[in-house]
């Protein structure tokens, strides 16, 4: 198992945060959303928030890649769907590049 932590702002707008969470349920996730993480290779994946700043926890299998998840993401149509309306509240980091979301972030510190 491999495990990820990335971060990502939404727009500080509480209408567009609550709308925001309301899609993240577990009854109002799309479930080609749910198969297409779950086929790329995460096994579990929470996201957590603060303000309007968010952090993501994956856990993956031990051949996951990022560039095949990408990939997947790219052919299919449900998917491309789900981020476009994503982009509705989302907010990229300062420093992320060009259409970027997600910023993987650097462990620090480990206990």
Partial sequence: MKRYSLALDLIDDA???AE????HKAQNIWPAIK????DSGITNMEIY?????LFMIMETADD??????????AANSDVQKWEQ????FQHPLPWAKEGEKWILMD?????
């Fill in 35 to 38: 198969k297409s993480i779950l």
């Fill in 49 to 53: 928030r603060t303000g309007n700043r």
């Fill in 85 to 88: 309306l994503m982009w509705k």
């Fill in 20 to 23: 925001y969470e309301h899609w």
């Fill in 15 to 17: 209408e567009l945060i």
């Fill in 64 to 73: 996951f890649s990022f560039e095949k998840k990408t990939a997947m993401d």
């Fill in 107 to 111: 462990r620090i510190f480990q206990l």
